[in-house]
T-cell receptor, first 113, second 113 residues
Framework: NAGVTQTPKFQVLKTGQSMTLQCAQD?????MYWYRQDPGMGLRLIYY???????DKGEVPNGYNVSRLNKREFSLRLESAAPSQTSVYFC????????????FGPGTRLLVL | GDSVTQMEGPVTLSEEAFLTINCTYT??????LFWYVQYPGEGLQLLLK?????DKGSNKGFEATYRKETTSFHLEKGSVQVSDSAVYFC????????????FGKGTKLSVKP
């Protein structure tokens, strides 16, 4: 069991470039989440998918889009990166809803110049 | 809105010292409360949780009691080890958070041998 995997581990972008962060889980979980972690800010929810086929905005969705490709995979896309999106991005999954234990991936460190 | 406030870090302790990390919350109704831990270079892991008033969550020697009267969920451990060095996040789920986790800013703990 790999748990939650994320690619890439680290990425440098120039302002205006686009990229997709990939996330996959092998625990047959229904719910998946994308967070960003900034120094002194804790984790903030960007988007979540309560179940396959559904996605909803979290606290800070502006500048991002998501796709729940299937039950295993949940990707996060930055269409036009901005320096304010420099952060560490974590994907997480849970069996059903956030009340259940969330399992986190190792994170993607993104630097936007 | 609902929120979580944690004590400022970093906290530096000697091995075998007693640990308390304070956490208070603001929420309507009866939130569920969580402590997550992030070891260096890793994603978050659930440490413990409590879903109703007076419940005590415990795991790996850590404990926290859900105190509704003081809106608190302080994390304690009787004797810390070097391996406990990590960042600790208090979090809640409430009706207003649409069933999603709201995190505090995190408290970094360093334990010296």
């Amino acid at each position: 069991n790999a748990g939650v995997t994320q690619t890439p581990k680290f990425q440098v972008l120039k302002t205006g470039q686009s990229m997709t962060l990939q996330c996959a889980q092998d625990m047959n979980h229904n719910s998946m989440y994308w967070y960003r972690q900034d120094p002194g800010m804790g984790l903030r929810l960007i988007y979540y998918s309560a179940s396959e086929g559904t996605t909803d905005k979290g606290e800070v969705p502006n500048g991002y889009n998501v796709s729940r490709l299937n039950k295993r995979e949940f990707s996060l896309r930055l269409e036009s990166a901005a320096p304010s999106q420099t952060s560490v991005y974590f994907c997480a999954s849970s069996e059903q809803g956030a009340i259940e234990t969330q399992y986190f991936g190792p994170g993607t460190r993104l630097l936007v110049l | 809105g609902d929120s979580v406030t944690q004590m400022e870090g970093p906290v530096t302790l000697s091995e075998e010292a007693f640990l308390t990390i304070n956490c208070t919350y603001t929420a309507t109704g009866y939130p569920s409360l969580f402590w997550y831990v992030q070891y260096p270079g890793e994603g978050l892991q659930l440490l413990l949780k409590a879903t109703k008033a007076d419940d005590k969550g415990s795991n790996k020697g850590f404990e926290a009691t859900y105190r509704k009267e003081t809106t608190s969920f302080h994390l304690e451990k009787g004797s810390v080890q070097v391996s406990d060095s990590a960042v600790y996040f208090c979090a809640l789920i409430s009706g207003r958070s649409q069933g999603n986790l709201i995190f505090g800013k995190g408290t970094k703990l360093s334990v010296k041998p």
